[in-house]
């Protein structure tokens, strides 16, 4: 028997903290937190510890698993199960066109380099456009604001943490979350350190988070920032506090946001926003009088009803006062490889080079919103979806409306899921296929390279042999185009590959990325430059400098005229959208907004006995104000219902709510294959959010999942 250690980095959630696994023959043993990377430096949360329960979890599916007539799952070997896949995918391409399959891949899709680059490839042969992720319930419309400012949805600033003197933080929770759209392993110390040095961490939030309790919390109404970061343009603008250098060098279009400001004085915007008056002011004269400020938002402003507006006016703020692409403000993080050039090069770098079937909206990074599945299964006609891969997700606990799609799923020809377990989704397929686990496989961090506060590359081994017979994502596809006859070489980025002459397996592509980018070896040409092979020599990974660069703006900008555009049509008419808003429906007087916990991770981590001890369950919080009003102690089973559904869970009442405001964790009520998941209880809070496409977010698809109005009462017999 050999124990040996083995080091690695956790792809659970975007700071990537190094991990030690101890492993014997073949098996893991145990995690612990690398100690010796140089970011994370023996940092790892209670999730990426849990991790070694989910790897050897008996729960997990081991061999591809099929429907039987009488609705059971029997175990069936790869040949046929992916024979039979491919045969019945064949005949749906034959009888109705490739456009009448889809994709939807979940959140830890993206962790891994292979899997979406193979995906993409898969459905790009197939000409489909049925392309959809868990962008649309996260992300999207960050990339869709970037699109209108820069021209390149990719092109995402970071907030300079090391260096800023004032942070303005909305809709984010970092100290649990651990922070999104930035890696940053040790936030925590980095935003203390901000404070330390004297400056400001004002957190935006309607509730007073673990984040917002450490530094100071600007109480904000649910989906009331863009009315707050208009009002700070109107401030800032109106007191002539804009850096005119700034504006004048970098953008076009400052006098139309301006003016489109105008009309949004904080005496006008309070009752939306949250803040009051005075508040907003003060807040806009310190972001303008600071040397050094940044605004940052995440989740709480990406999944209201304005998010694509919101996420354009956070980088509008910042560089209207002065601070993007400068020490201190906000940064485009360069990587070793030019991400955003290959993904621009691989036809990838896309908003609205097309529109959904259901619902005409744009696509995002080539994908459309979750939100339109179900009606993209249910309507007729040319381009009717009627087979479904979902790879890595869980889109039934995850996108709003679950009754809507599950019922749209049952009408599928074909529902195919690629996942760890049998998960809520899965139980509704028609084949689960068994993926391995990230310590089954070798990566590395393609999409968060841009992202790295400090610049950082690394490679990782597979940890532990894949268990049963779980494969790749990438392997399964390719598996799966050869019995279909497709070529996945014809497209993105292994047409790249054809052209430096490498055999595309990722591996391969990966190691010619690196070694053609700005930081590669060039094969020999530049000593010090860098390759797999040199990076599998440093097992905690590189750090390449202690700073990502300044400056670099104009030379990023995809836009012909290189500034940013701050006034763009579809920004225009979404501000005007804005102003004519409707007050929500009688009868749902208060907002429901989401909630992360340090030991959840959205739907799948609710098996592991470590992060689920002390019998962890799903609880409404609500205000002390609100629960007297409504007649609800703590711990009293309470019925939550909004226009769309109900559901029935505990409440706990804290003083950390604000008035008017329910947070509920979404990834809860499970019905998988997961048994300590299934026992832990709780609900779908998403059956409380609008399934009708028409509800989603104009110009990235985002769904409606904060802010949603809602009601609360006691379960009749319910005591505290
Ligand atoms: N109300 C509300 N809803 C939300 C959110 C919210 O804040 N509020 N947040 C949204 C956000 S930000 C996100 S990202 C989405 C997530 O939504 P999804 O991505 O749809 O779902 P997850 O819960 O992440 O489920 C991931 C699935 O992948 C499986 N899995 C884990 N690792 C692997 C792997 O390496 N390979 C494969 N093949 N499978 C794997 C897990 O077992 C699980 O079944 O949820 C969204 N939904
Ligand atoms: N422990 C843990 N960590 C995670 C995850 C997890 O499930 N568990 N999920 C991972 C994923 S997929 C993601 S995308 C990231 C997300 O990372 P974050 O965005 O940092 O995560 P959240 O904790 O959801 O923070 C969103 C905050 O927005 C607030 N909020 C809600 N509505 C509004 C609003 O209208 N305006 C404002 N200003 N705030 C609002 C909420 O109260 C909440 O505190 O976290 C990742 N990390
Ligand atoms: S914070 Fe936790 S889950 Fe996220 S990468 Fe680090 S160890 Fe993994
Ligand atoms: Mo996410």
């Known amino acids: 028997m050999r124990t040996m250690q083995v080091h690695t980095y956790c792809r659970i959630c975007e700071p990537l903290c190094g991990l030690e696994a101890t492993v014997r023959d073949g098996e893991l043993l145990q995690i612990r937190p690398d100690r010796e990377h140089p970011l994370s430096k023996g940092f790892a949360c209670p999730k990426g510890i849990a991790m070694a329960e989910v790897q050897n979890d008996p729960d997990r599916v081991l061999h591809p698993l099929r429907r039987r007539p009488d609705g059971e799952f029997e175990r069936v070997s790869w040949d046929e199960a992916l024979g039979d896949i491919a045969r019945r995918l064949n005949a749906i391409r ?90 940053a392993p040790r936030i925590r110390e980095d935003l203390s350190a901000i404070v330390r040095r004297g400056g400001r961490v004002v957190v935006a939030d309607p509730r007073r988070t673990e984040t917002a309790r450490a530094y100071e919390h600007l109480p904000v109404a649910p989906d009331g920032d863009a009315w707050l970061l208009l009002s700070l343009l109107h401030v800032i603008f109106a007191e002539g506090l804009e850096d005119a250098a700034a504006c004048a060098g970098q953008a076009s279009g400052t006098d139309r946001l301006r003016s489109l400001a105008e009309g949004f004085a904080p005496e006008d915007t309070e009752a939306r926003s949250g803040v009051p008056a005075e508040d907003a002011r003060r807040l806009a004269r310190d972001l303008a009088g600071a040397g050094r400020a940044v605004v940052y938002g995440r ?24 601070n993007l692409d400068r020490p201190g403000g906000a940064l485009f993080g360069a990587a070793p490889l030019r991400v955003d050039e290959i993904l621009r090069m691989s036809g990838l770098a896309t908003y609205g080079r097309t529109r959904s079937r259901v619902g005409g909206y744009p696509d995002v990074l080539g994908t459309f919103p979750a939100g339109v599945m179900a009606e993209e299964i249910t309507t007729p006609g040319p381009g009717r979806l009627r087979a479904l891969m979902v790879s890595a997700g869980n889109p039934l606990l995850s996108v709003p409306g679950e009754t809507a799609l599950g019922e749209a799923m049952d009408e599928l020809d074909l529902l195919v899921c690629i996942d760890l377990y049998v998960s809520d989704t899965g139980r509704k397929a028609d084949y689960v296929l068994p993926a391995t686990t990230f310590l089954e496989r070798e990566d590395f961090p393609l999409p968060f390279l841009q992202n790295h506060l400090t610049p950082y590359v690394t490679w990782t081994e597979a940890v532990v042999p894949p268990r049963g017979e779980a494969r790749q994502e990438w392997e399964i596809i390719e598996g799966l185009a050869r019995r279909m006859g497709l070529g996945l070489g014809a497209f993105g980025v292994q047409r790249l590959a054809h052209r430096l002459g490498v055999r595309p397996s990722p591996r391969f592509l990966v190691d010619a990325l690196i070694r053609t980018g700005p930081a590669g070896d060039w094969y020999g040409l530049r000593r010090r430059g860098l390759s797999l092979r040199r990076l599998r020599k440093a097992p905690h990974g590189i750090v390449l400098g202690d700073h990502q660069r300044t400056g670099t703006l104009r030379r990023r900008i995809v836009h012909k005229d290189k500034r940013v555009h701050l006034a763009p049509p579809e920004i225009v008419a979404e501000v005007e959208r804005l102003a004519a808003a409707a007050e929500p429906p009688d009868g749902f007087p208060l907002r429901l907004i989401g909630l992360r916990e340090i030991r959840s991770h959205n739907s799948w981590m609710h098996n592991s006995p470590a992060l689920m001890r002390g019998g962890r369950a799903q609880a409404a919080r609500i205000s002390p104000k609100d629960a007297a009003e409504y007649g609800i102690a703590d711990g009293t089973l309470c019925r939550i219902t909004s226009p769309h559904g109900s559901i029935e869970i505990p409440a706990r009442v804290t003083d950390e709510m604000t008035e008017g405001t329910v947070a509920v964790p979404h990834g809860w009520g499970h019905r998988g294959g997961w048994r300590r998941a299934n026992e832990a209880g709780g609900a779908n809070v998403n059956v409380l959010a609008s399934p009708d496409p028409a509800d989603l977010e104009r110009l990235a698809g985002m769904a409606w999942l904060n802010a949603v109005p809602i009601r609360i009462a006691p379960l009749e017999g319910a005591g505290a």
Not at 115 to 129: G, Y
Request: proline residues 6%; hydrophobic residues 40%.
């Open 94 to 183: 034959r009888e109705h066109g490739g456009s009448s399959i889809g994709w939807y891949f979940g959140n830890p899709a993206t962790f891994s380099y292979s899997h979406p680059l193979w995906m993409n490839s898969f459905m790009a042969a197939l000409k489909s456009p049925h392309v959809y992720s868990a962008g649309s319930q996260d992300v999207n419309n960050r990339f869709a604001a970037s699109a209108l400012l820069y021209g390149a949805p990719v092109l995402v600033p970071i907030p300079d943490l090391k260096r800023t003197d004032l942070l303005l933080m909305l809709g984010a929770n970092p100290l649990v979350s651990h922070g999104s759209l930035i890696t």
């Open 299 to 322: 989740t709480g402003t990406c999944l209201g009803r304005h998010g694509t507006l919101t996420a354009f006016l956070i980088d509008a703020v910042t560089l209207v006062t002065g």
